[in-house]
């Protein structure tokens, strides 16, 4: 299991007006809260934000937060990127308090992908229909993710949340707040086929003919004879 530890610096100077001076100076706006303590502005390197954010486990884990140089264990909660640019605008961070249930959302890793047998001998394709699920847990129970073996899937056949094996003291929040177990996770299907469609054969289709005989229809049933 990855383990983060990001090194930050409280701040008192707060509001938009700060918090643009800040991004300009390459350094990382932010908000620590919760386990019944007050909230607290701090502010990050964004260099040391960029490159830990770059690994998945980086989203799911708790993360080891040194501010002022006392370590508190958090998680993510959010993170503001740049619309376009490769920068961070503001982060927000959870305290964990060890003795209260976590949630979190964490990857789903499909194994066996290669030799799932919808895929390798039926010619289906996976669709993977979750990337990651929320869970709830004690910090203690948190997993690094989810594995969902695929092998034995054949086309038709489908993993749904209800399916899963989870590691003790691990609860889908979807499933334990009312939601739908059945829904699903990944599935195997075959592609869908594209069936050109015939052109008109325009040999066939004589523009001046169609004149002439429109004509002759509009002549003979108005009794004339179109020549006079």
């Known amino acids: 299991m990855d383990e983060f530890t990001l090194v930050a610096e409280s701040r008192g100077d707060t509001g938009k007006g700060a918090s643009r001076r800040l991004r300009k100076s390459e350094i990382v706006p932010a908000i620590v809260y919760g386990a019944k303590k007050a909230a607290l502005s701090i502010q990050l390197k964004h260099s040391d934000v960029l490159k830990s954010s770059s690994q998945e486990s980086f989203y799911s884990q708790i993360l080891d937060l040194s501010i002022d140089g006392k370590v508190e264990r958090v998680v993510l909660k959010d993170m503001q990127r740049h619309p376009y640019k490769p920068f961070v605008m503001h982060?927000?961070?959870?305290?964990?308090?060890?003795?209260a249930a976590l949630t979190i959302r964490i990857p789903v890793h499909f194994l066996n992908e290669e030799d799932c047998i919808g895929v390798k001998q039926e010619g289906g394709v996976i669709a993977r229909l979750m990337t990651e699920i929320e869970i709830t847990c004690l910090p203690k129970d948190l997993p690094e993710s989810i594995e969902v073996d695929v092998a034995n899937l054949s086309v038709g056949d489908a993993v749904h949340l209800a399916d899963l094996v989870l590691p003790d003291g691990v609860e889908i929040t979807?499933?334990?707040?009312?939601?739908?177990?059945?829904?699903?996770?990944?599935?195997?299907?075959?592609?869908?086929?594209?069936?050109?469609?015939?052109?008109?054969?325009?040999?066939?289709?004589?523009?001046?003919?169609?004149?002439?005989?429109?004509?002759?229809?509009?002549?003979?049933?108005?009794?004339?004879?179109?020549?006079?």
Do not use: H, L, N, Y
């Not at 982060?91 to 003795?99: C, K, L, P």
């Not at 829904?183 to 001046?208: L, S």
């Open 91 to 99: 982060m927000d961070f959870q305290r964990v308090d060890e003795s």
């Open 174 to 228: 979807a499933i334990t707040s009312g939601g739908d177990g059945a829904a699903a996770i990944v599935q195997v299907t075959m592609p869908r086929m594209v069936e050109e469609e015939e052109e008109p054969d325009t040999e066939e289709v004589d523009g001046a003919d169609e004149t002439s005989d429109g004509e002759d229809t509009a002549a003979d049933d108005a009794g004339t004879d179109p020549s006079e």
